[in-house]
């Protein structure tokens, strides 16, 4: 991203479409930003009755009855209930994650390939919504930042990605190499359980995991079980060291500390206690 092109999928957001006579004033009380008005993008945060963040959402206004908005895909039933348990008179709230899909492109040169791959202007202002035609496929195109460089989502339907994704791929290929998804980036790692012996800080997650000297994976979760009397947690490491016997040290408050690969579980391993 930092010299040329990344792209990314965007199956990994979930979406709604939210539509209605009384679909804007439903935003407004529901989320704490400001809603948008037709064409920009905003990040406006949802709150629960006490004042606590529940999530933040993508909203983008396609008219002055017809929203989308954009969250994480895990948590997109937690967020359906809510909007259904709070739902008005003339507002339609509809999930679309599985209907709308695409993908992102960020980096230094992001409008290089766009501009190679639409006759449609590919200088809209940051936040900016609006449709574009990317050789066959009708996307509907929000221009976003990621960090401090440019970049753009780009949502069309399930059946029509693959056309998207060859199309960003040709015209990319004088630009730069390189392609990944949410799912690819774990392509060549597996999860691997393991112990720390570590007494005053224990794994939550996304402790980086240090092999040889050099990161080479990432915690997903983890606690510490009192019966264990170990800090145990979950992690990818690469293939080629998931291994017995693997040295590795994890990170916690900047301190690394000593870890080792958990074959077995650490307390009642046979589960004499549950067979009885």
């Known amino acids: 991203m930092r010299n040329s092109v990344g ?17 804007r004033g439903w935003l407004d009380r529901i989320m704490a930003g400001r809603v948008p008005r037709p064409n920009p993008l905003a990040l406006p945060p949802m709150l629960s009755p006490s004042g606590r963040l529940m999530s933040d959402l993508t909203i983008s206004c396609l008219s002055e009855t017809e929203f989308r908005r954009a969250g994480s895909y895990g948590a997109q039933e937690i967020h359906l209930r809510w909007f259904e348990t709070h739902l008005e008179d003339d507002v339609d709230v509809e999930n679309v994650s599985v209907r709308v899909t695409g993908f992102q492109i960020a980096g230094l040169r992001t409008h290089d390939p766009l501009a190679l791959a639409t006759r449609d202007p590919t200088d809209p202002r940051l936040l900016d919504v609006r449709p574009m035609a990317v050789r066959q496929v009708t996307c509907l195109v929000h221009r976003m930042s990621y960090g401090d460089d440019p ?3 780009l949502y069309c339907p399930p059946m029509n990605q693959c056309s998207l994704w060859k199309t960003l791929w040709e015209a990319d290929r004088p630009i730069s190499a390189g392609a990944d998804s949410e ?33 080479q994976g990432l915690c997903t979760s983890g606690g510490y079980p009192p019966r264990a009397g170990v800090s145990v947690a979950s992690g990818f490491v690469p293939r080629d060291r998931a291994r017995d016997g693997l040295g590795m040290r994890n990170e916690f408050l900047d301190e690394r500390r000593p870890a080792r690969p958990a074959t077995r579980p650490p307390f009642h391993a046979e589960g004499e206690r549950t067979l009885g």
Request: aromatic letters at 10%.
């Open 151 to 153: 970049g753009f989502r």
């Open 183 to 215: 799912r690819a980036v774990l392509r060549d790692r597996v999860l691997e359980a393991f112990t720390a012996a570590v007494d005053d800080a224990h794994v939550q997650g996304h402790e980086p995991i240090w092999i040889d000297g050099r990161v």
């Open 7 to 23: 792209k990314n999928e965007l199956q990994n957001f979930g979406k709604f479409r939210v539509s209605g006579r009384n679909a």
